[in-house]
């Protein structure tokens, strides 16, 4: 099985299919460790710390599943000054974490006022790595980012699945603007970061495995996933939450279907399973992005409920 395993980039979606629901615990119990095992020949033994600054949770958008959407009564919304943010990235950099994610609601306005920041960021640190994560921009804007210093950009699809996305998203926002974004991020030479919910509301085996031919379509160089987690005051509030057998699952395909790529063991996999980190990292996982948002502001950044945040 291993071997069938290795070439999981070629398996036809009837196995694919079979890995993420089989109830064979053994099965998925060697699809975890030959992902490990691919993870360290391919990518070595040193998992990777990001420092997460949360810089607003200010946004335009009003995406169902999300504790920051615009209309979600009752959370005090804040930015980081700029002052704030080096002051993170200060701080990261002292820890020996030299890769720095600035990530916020969408908020086009306040984002372009970020370029002088960032151009100071890469000012103090020539070698850091400089990930954004600020949702969709005008495509002149990523432009100014990356001419700003910032090289990477995270931008998770969400749902290949068009319609799908149509149920997690108010109307006004559309599969084919995000998917232009990754595209578009690409063309400029952002390493570009994708991404999904696992076990968002209406998610099917049937649309995993869309995200999945969609990031082998585009070679994503990061992928994000986590379980959906619901958050009160959202119209999600009583759907169930992911499950992380399944985001496990999913890491170790990730893992082996696109080996050079950096895939984190996320904060809402550790919400949701206890020690999540350490298992997303036997699974394939080589990232954890420690959160350095100021302490006053961390429980504002809410996205769903019992987030972790360190
Ligand atoms: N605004 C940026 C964007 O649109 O990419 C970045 C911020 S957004 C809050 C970051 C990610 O949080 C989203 O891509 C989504 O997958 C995740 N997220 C939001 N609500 C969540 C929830 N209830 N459970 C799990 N993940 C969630």
Excluded at 26 to 43: F, G, H
Excluded at 185 to 205: A, N, Y
Excluded at 236 to 264: H, K, S, V, W, Y
Aim: glycine letters at 8%; one cysteine or more; hydrophobic letters at 40%.
């Amino acid at each position: 099985m291993i071997e069938t395993l290795k070439n999981t980039r070629n398996l036809p979606d009837s196995a694919l299919q079979e890995l993420l629901e089989s109830t064979d615990a053994a099965l998925a119990q060697e699809l975890k460790d030959t992902a490990r095992e691919v993870c360290l020949k391919v990518k070595g033994p040193e998992v990777l710390v990001r420092a997460l600054i949360e810089w607003s949770n200010i946004c335009r958008n009003d995406c169902l599943y999300c504790g920051i959407r615009r209309s979600r009564a009752g959370v005090p919304r804040y930015s980081l000054t700029p002052e704030q943010i080096l002051e993170c990235c200060d701080a990261a950099w002292r820890d020996g974490v030299p890769t720095f994610v600035l990530q916020g609601g969408e908020n086009p306005a306040a984002a372009e006022s970020l370029l002088p920041t960032v151009k100071e960021m890469r000012r103090r640190y020539p070698s850091a790595a400089i990930t954004l994560s600020l949702g969709e921009l005008p495509f002149d804007l990523y432009a100014a980012f990356k001419e700003a210093g910032a090289n990477r950009y995270l931008l998770r699809h969400e749902t290949a699945n068009p319609e799908h996305y149509a149920s997690l998203h108010p109307a006004g926002m559309r599969f084919s603007s995000r998917l232009s974004c990754i595209r578009e991020l690409k063309r400029l030479g952002f390493e570009t970061g994708m991404g999904m919910m696992v076990g968002s509301p209406g998610q099917t085996t049937e649309d995993l495995i869309l995200d999945l031919r969609l990031m082998q379509e585009i070679g994503p160089d990061m992928i994000g996933i986590g379980p959906f987690i619901p958050q009160s005051g959202t119209p999600f509030e009583n759907c169930p939450a992911g499950n992380a057998e399944t985001t496990l699952r999913l890491l170790a395909i990730m893992r082996l279907m696109f080996p050079e790529a950096n895939i984190p063991a996320t904060t809402a996999l550790a919400t949701l399973l206890p020690g999540g980190k350490q298992a997303g990292i036997q699974a394939g996982a080589n990232v954890i992005m420690n959160v350095y948002t100021p302490l006053k502001e961390r429980k504002k950044y809410d996205l769903y409920k019992g987030k972790t945040d360190v």
